[in-house]
Every structure is written in C-alpha cells, then in structure tokens.
C-alpha cells in the first residue's frame, strides 16, 4: 500500500514536470497542441509503478491538458465537442499506454526471474553432472535446494548424510513415514507455524534417500510454487543420480572397501595357516639332513638341504606378506624399551646368517653407542630386510659391510654391498610398495615388499631408511637411522651400581 | 648325547609336528610320548613323569600358560615352549610362569635338542651343585665366586657377578629381562632395562673377546640374555660367524 502511494506521488511529479516543460515549450517555442507529452508520464509511471500510479497519472494529465491546451487557455472548460472526444481519446490512450507498460515491466521480471532459476538449475545441473561422488551430488543438492528455498534443509537416509538431527521432533513422523515408503511425500506443520515439506529424492528408489525442507510460514500460490520449484530440482538431481548410476557406484564403493578388508584377512590367515604344515617341512627336513642315513650320500644330502633352504625362504616370504599386511592395516604399534643398537645388528645378523654364508660380511661397530628406546623386534626386522636385498642385489662372493655408528642426533645403521647399485630412476623409485627394479625382474625373485616394510617398521619408531648408491653396478648403502632419546645419556649416569 | 635314556612328552596338537618331533627326539635317544590337548598333557605328565616337556602354545582347548601354569603346581620338570614370531611379550610371560626356554616356529631340531639339553643339564646341576662352570675361555668358580678368562682372574663388581652368576645357572637358557631386573637390583627396578644394558655391556668388555660381536653373553632381543650353554670341555666352542 505504501509503495503504491509512493508511486502515485512520484507519477504526480512527473505530470508536474511534463507541465512545467509544455508551458516552457508554449512559451518560448509556441507549440499550443502538447496533449500527447502527457502520455510520457503515463508511461514511465506505468513501467515503474503499475496501473494504478500511470491511471492517476493519466486522470491527472486530462485534467492539465484540458487546461493547458483544449478550449480556452488555461481554463477547466472544454469548448466544443471536437475537444471533448480529444480529451477522451487521449484518456483511452492514456489507460491503453499505462496498462501496456506494466504489463511490459511485468513480462521483463518474470523473464528475468526465469532466467535465474533457469541458470541456477543449470549450473546445478553441472555440478552434478561433474561430481565424482554421490557424497558431492547430495551436498549440492542440499546447497541447491537451501538456496531455493532460503531456509532450512536437511538431507537424511542415505549412508552419505546425517540422520536428521537437525529436523524438528515434530517433523520425525512423517520424515519416518515417507522412509518406510508410504508415499512420495508429504507436509508437516513443525507446530511453531512453519511447513516442512518431506519428499524422496526419486520417486523411483529409496535409495537415494530423502530431503527435508522447512518452507516457512507460507501457504497458498507461494506454497504451491515452491513445492513445485524443489520438484524440479530433485527431478533433475534424481535423474542425474540415475545416469550417474550413483545406486551402484555406491554399491561398489562398499564392495570396494570388503574387497579390501577380505583381501587383507585372507592374506593374513592363508599366511597364518601356511605356517603350520611350514614348521612340519621345515623341522622334518633338517632331521633327514642330520640323519646317518643319508650322510653316506652327498646327493640325498644335498637334496635335504633344499628342501631345508626353499622352506626358509618360503617362511620368510610368509613373514613378509604378515609384515606387509600388519602395515596396511596400520597396525604396527612399537612396544618401546631400551635397547643396546649392536644387539640389533647382531640379532639381525643371526637370523640371515645361512643366507649370507656366500658373502664375507665385515663389522665396524661402536661398542660406545648410546642405548636407544625403540622396538627391538621391528627394527631388527627392517634390518634383516635390508640384508636380504644386499644379499639379493649383490653377486656372491662380493663383500658386505654392516657397520653402527652415532651420527649426531640419531645412531645409524648402515648395510653396504658391492651389487647392481641403483640407477638415479631406480633410487627415486625404491621403497615404494611392490616396486622391483626393471633390471632384476628377470634374474631375481622377489615380492618388492622388502624396503617398503623395512621404512614402515623404521618409521613407526621414529626413525628414517636412506638409501645411497653411486650408480648402477656400483654397489648399495642403506642406512637406518634411529633417533637418539635425550634421557639415554641421563639414564646411563643413574645406573644403580 | 645324553647317556641315560630319557623321556620326552610332546605336546601339539598338530599330527605332523608331533611326528617330526618324535623321529627327532628319538634318534637323539629320547623315549617320547605324545598328547594332542592341554588335559591330555595334564593327563600324562601326572601319570607318567617325563624328564622333558615340549609345550606348543596353540593347543585346542586350552591356554598355553594355564597349562604351564597347572604343570608347575607340582613339577619341575624342564620345559620348552614352542612359540610363534611376533609375541616377544608371550614368550617373556611363559618363561615368567616358569618355562625353561622357548624356540620360535618354525624351527631347527637341533636349536630344540640344544635348549631342552640345556634345560635338562640345569637340573642336573642343582642337583649335582658343580662348583665351575665352563663357556669356552670363560670359567666361574661358583664356591669361590671368581671369574676367569683363559686362566687369567677377571674383576667384577658384585652387581656383575650376581648377574652372570645368574645366567650361568641358566646357561643354554634364555633368561628375561625382569628375572634378572629383579634378582640383581630388586622388585622396584623391574622395568629399569637399561641397567641390564649398560651392565651387560660392562660385563661383555670384561668377558668378551670382542664386546660387540659376543659369543658367550648373547641377546634375546626383546626377551632377555642368555649365557652359552656350559660345555664339559673348554674345546668346543660356538661355531664362528659365516659359516652354515
């Protein structure tokens, strides 16, 4: 009401201007017949402000051109029955005028209004076309459908999304209803007046879940065109779901993940149960190796010896293939003590001591190294790991140098072999997961897990694998480096003697 | 090996490990007997002493530790544990319950014969009380509680006699970390590792040749020491590294 009586007085303005411009135009310019300058008014009023401000506009310039130009001038009194019809038809027009320009004004804001929705719907519409998952596709349409609406938005039964915490306890019922599938949807009156409309994203599946709009205190057309506004968006969004084949592209992320899950369990009790029939092979093989029987002959021995040897190194692949899956599960978990870092090496040393009896393996340990506070079962682990590929990558009979050293603020240890070395594409390649150099693929088995479980291990406690080659056949130094702990040269002075 | 035939109860209940175990004990010279579950084992060890128990940790229906642990209500019989990778603290809580040594899975015969002799000669010797014990260059004269290295008089403080002392009475055997921690420095420094650490290497510079390649204090990483196994003559000694 008050911007109809704002645009009213500004429609009167205009007369007033349109009349102090035909007097200036009488009076210097001497046109005498200027009714039709009063349409201008009309109009503009008409554009700007509706009917009602261009009728007043009008009545008002009749009345002015009546004055100014029919008849006597400057009187109110119209002199013959010509003028009267002029007037009248001026008054026709002028009606004609103002209702055409609001219509005009009308179309253009609707247009415009389209084209928004048009351009939000579409850019919507891209942004599920582009989103790579269904997770992105239900932030956009609740983003979207939030910015529709201008109010609350909530987006529940799909594993992707809340579980409607947000929605009013009064609204649960009928957000419950629609997901046990009666019906489409439905509207619910939250009891603070506002309507909340609950509807499947699809009307085809429950699969893709539902949303829950609060409308606000609406009702009528508004309420009506809203619902209809949401209907398009979610008809858009659920037929992209559908070309996206979101439902099975969901299913399969699921089935991904157990994939994994089962890989990982199988790997982890095929390894387990391979031990057992193992510590049979194993343990029968080194009694027929000893046994007098077979002593008398060297061949029978010999093969004794073989099957011995492959068991060993079937274990120690097992082992690899549980170290490898206690990693990818993120389960190593370091059970820190003091340890005396030679012990490690020694230990190291033992257990890889038959696989390295073709290498003239040399010692240059500290014996002053500081203790350091690690997990003495992994690190050593990594160790072996790091002599095994010496062992691998180095021609028998080649010397290997394992060597323990303080560096600073770490104690290093270090297994140096005269092999094949690494190229510069090879040393930027290593300790990936399952990488073998191109080189050895052909020459010497290997799973590629080694380095990758040996920095997991050395990782976990806090320390760093290096690995240094001057180039292809020019040998490999690979370096544990293990932190120092500040209490070990504390701990050392506080010894109960 | 062993001059008196003696007995061995095997217990796993795996059918392959049990034969295995049996032709290997057997042709060392051992009478074995077999059981497949935890109460079977309780069974026959009640019923028919044995000299030696081999005890694999995953048996059906039992824990490997109840089973020790109802063994050494009223035995002492030596005992070995057959173990997997991967449970140093399993292992530490066995030889705290009581059992003798431990051999990882899988395993060589003769790493077992050498720990259940080892465990086996230790009785002997609590019963016998040898005065001297030998680990190569390395004697200890218990009565006299003095060391020796090749025939020359070695200084220990008493904290470092009572700790090889300890291991010598055990030699062959594993010993952990805390049955040492708490026999040499008392109950309050039970999780005090490095004490043992910088004792042992103390210790080593005194009795080994070279202090970082030890051949008679060796580590069980994660677990405890062990001294060599006592051999009745100086002679035989641990074979060198790099050999097979």
Known sequence: ??????????????????????????????????????????????????????????????????????????????????????????????????????????????????????????????????????????????????????????LLGTADVGHGDDVPESVRAAVARVEHDEGLERTVDDGNGNIWLIRRVSPKTPDFGLVAVDLGNVSGQPLADMRQRIDDALADAAATLERLDVARALNEAKMRSETELLREALIGSVSHELRTPLASILGAATILHNAPALAKDPRLQALTSVVRDEAERLNIDIQNLLDATTISR??????????????????????????????????????????????????????????????????????????????GQTVMLSVHDSGSGLTAEEKRQVGGRFFRGPRHKVTTSGSGLGLWIANAFVTANGGKVEVESAGADRGTTVTIHLPLSPEAEQLETTVDE | MSETPASVLVVDDEIQIRRFLRTGFELDGFTVHEAETGAEALRAATLQPSDLVILDLGLPD???????????????????????????????????????????????????????????????????????????????????????????????????????????????????????????????????????????????????????????????????????????SPATQPAPAGVA
């Open chain 1, 1 to 154: 009401m008050r911007r109809e009586m704002r645009g009213i007085a500004i429609a009167l303005m205009f007369v007033a201007v349109t009349t102090a411009v035909a007097l200036l135009l009488r009076h210097y310019v001497g046109i005498l017949r200027g009714a039709v300058l009063y349409l201008v008014p009309v109009m503009l009023a008409g554009y700007q402000f509706g009917v009602i401000p261009a009728l007043v506009a009008a009545i008002a310039g009749v009345v002015l051109s009546g004055y100014l130009y029919f008849a006597q001038f400057y009187s109110f009194k119209v002199a013959s029955p010509q003028e009267a019809l002029n007037l009248l038809l001026f008054m026709v027009v002028a009606v004609v005028v103002s209702h055409l320009s609001s219509q005009a004004k009308q179309h253009i804001l609707i247009a415009r209004k389209r084209e928004r929705q048009m351009s939000d719907l579409y850019a919507f519409s891209r942004r599920l076309a582009m989103a790579p998952s269904a997770a992105e596709i239900f932030v956009a349409i609740q983003e979207h459908l939030a910015d529709l609406v201008q109010r609350k938005v909530v």
């Open chain 2, 62 to 232: 039992m824990d490997g530790a109840d089973v020790l642990e109802r063994l050494r209500s009223w035995s002492s019989v030596p005992l070995i544990v057959l173990s997997v990778r991967g449970s140093e603290n399993e292992k530490v809580r066995l030889l705290e319950l009581g059992a003798d040594d431990y051999v990882v899975k899988p395993f060589g015969m003769a790493e077992l014969l050498a720990r259940a002799h080892s465990a086996m000669r230790r009785q002997l010797r609590a019963s016998r009380g040898e005065p001297v014990m030998k680990f190569g260059p390395l004697s200890i004269d218990l009565a006299a509680r003095a060391v020796f290295i090749n025939d020359g008089r070695v200084t220990l403080t008493p904290k470092e006699y009572r700790l090889l002392q300890i291991l010598a009475q055990h030699s062959g055997n594993v010993v952990t970390h805390q049955f040492l921690l708490r026999e040499v420095w008392g109950n309050e420094h039970i999780d005090d590792t490095h004490y043992l650490r910088i004792f042992v290497r103390k210790l080593r510079r005194k009795i080994e040749a070279d202090p970082t390649q030890p051949r008679i204090l060796l580590t069980e990483l994660g677990v405890g020491y062990r001294l060599v196994s006592a051999d009745a």
């Open chain 1, 330 to 407: 993120q389960q190593v978990r370091p059970k820190l003590q003091w340890v005396e870092p030679v012990d490690i090496v020694n230990a190291a040393f033992e257990h890889r001591r038959r696989r390295l009896s073709g290498y003239p393996v040399t010692f240059d340990l500290d014996s002053n190294l500081p203790i350091v506070h690690v997990d003495p079962a992994q690190v050593e682990q990594a160790l072996v790991q790091i002599i095994d590929n010496a062992a691998k990558y180095s021609p028998v009979g080649t010397p290997i140098r394992v060597a323990a050293h303080p560096n």
